[in-house]
């Protein structure tokens, strides 16, 4: 009996050391969570992000995994978010037309929207007395994760925090958006979209594929325009903005 | 695209319904990966070598949009960059769980970062919702997502 248990120990610290832990459980409990979403008739709570997270971080505490074990294996699909990037191509050329046709009202959304959002998450972060560091990885919080890390660490800011924000950002505008727009009167398919890619990146376009194609082709859209411009707006407007308060 | 709610019931079909052109030359989507890939290490050295404040992919994505024109590749890239496209929320997975390494930083500024958030993201949604309306106002409703030869048969 004792040496059951021993060996079962064995095998489990064997298992949870070894890739194939991560990337099962990852894949799995996204699986199992994407399954309960479209059970509740994808009610934006149920979010299969934020639930995945939420089981796998149990998961991690209740044996005892450390995080490096754990992305060990999930780093296998942590590492397509890149190739996802520049996959972004594929909608946005699908929609050349119209970025074309609307390309000054697209751009200036982006542009505007982006800017409100990351100075809004930095000042608002500056007046709760948050450090400069937890700022500055609060800029990039709507450029998708992968990118976000990246500016992130431009700014002085710590990248793995910023890749925090980043998806908890799109996992809060995914659910509040839809009381938002209706509060606000923003009906169009189109706007809903973009501003869900805007400010919401891959999690929120995501989910307005899911609801409206015109929403999710808008969405992807905005998703590929804030890449472009947060890549490299942020690192212009977001230090001076930082000097400006660390001054006051 | 994303994340479909078939794709929850059939997780294996939901890639290989990839809806590019019939008939699909098999191995499509292995050479769009390639070509993802080509296009990201393309963008990782324009970024390095010529010291661009671009991360690569982002210079990668540059490079893939001027590379859709060529038709040739664009079938291969549509297969591929579907197949990830549809599965993006799942690639958010491991750095979300990520936030287990920040439970000290979380639970000394955990209740205020969580005020932060939710008030910027919906300072940014509605920036860019009521604005991109306005700007809108005299066009047009869009059409649903172009119809052309290799476009998905999305509902």
């Known amino acids: ?248 | 695209m994303a994340a479909s709610p078939e794709g929850a019931s059939a997780p294996v079909a939901a890639p290989v319904a990839t809806p590019v052109a019939a008939p699909a030359r098999p191995g499509l989507g292995l050479q769009g990966l390639a070509a993802l890939l080509l296009c990201q290490s393309l963008g990782e050295v324009l970024a390095r070598g010529l010291n661009l404040p671009l991360p690569g992919p982002v210079l990668g994505l540059l490079v893939a949009l001027a590379l859709l024109s060529w038709s040739p590749v664009r079938a291969s890239i549509a297969a591929a960059a579907e197949m990830l496209l549809q599965h993006l929320s799942l690639l958010f997975v491991p750095v979300g769980v990520g936030v287990v390494t920040h439970v000290a930083l979380l639970s000394q500024y955990g209740l205020r970062m969580a005020l932060v958030l939710l008030l910027s993201t919906l300072v940014g949604l509605a920036v860019t919702g009521l604005l991109l309306q306005a700007l809108l106002r005299h066009q047009p409703p869009a059409e649903l997502p172009t119809v052309n030869e290799l476009d998905s048969d999305r509902p």
């Open chain 1, 1 to 248: 009996m004792k040496t059951g248990m021993s060996s079962f120990v064995e095998l489990w610290v064997y298992l949870a050391a070894s890739p194939l832990f991560g990337l099962t459980a990852t894949l799995v409990v996204y699986l199992l969570a994407q399954a309960f979403y479209s059970r509740m008739q994808q009610a934006p709570w149920a979010n299969p992000v934020l639930w995945s997270v939420l089981v796998l971080a149990g998961l991690l505490a209740a044996t005892g995994t450390t995080y490096p074990s754990y992305f060990a294996g999930a780093q296998f699909i942590h590492f397509l978010l890149g190739p996802a990037v520049v996959a972004l191509a594929w909608p946005m050329w699908q929609r050349r037309v119209e970025l074309r046709q609307r390309w000054p009202a697209l751009v200036l959304a982006a542009g505007v929207g982006g800017a409100a959002a990351a100075a809004s998450a930095v000042l608002a972060g500056w007046a709760l007395g948050l450090p400069l560091d937890v700022l500055a990885s609060l800029a990039p919080k709507s450029v998708t994760a992968p990118v976000a890390m990246g500016v992130a660490e431009q700014l002085g800011g710590i990248p793995a925090l910023a890749a925090v924000f980043a998806v908890l950002t799109g996992l809060v505008g995914t659910v509040f958006a839809k009381y938002l727009f209706d509060a606000l009167g923003v009906q169009r398919p189109e706007a809903r979209g973009f501003a869900l890619g805007t400010v919401s990146h891959g999690i929120g376009a995501a989910r307005a594929m899911q609801v409206n194609p015109v929403a999710g082709a808008y969405a992807a859209l905005a998703l590929g325009l804030q890449v472009v411009l947060g890549a490299l707006l942020l690192p212009l407007l977001v230090p001076p903005l930082l000097v400006w308060l660390t001054r006051t």
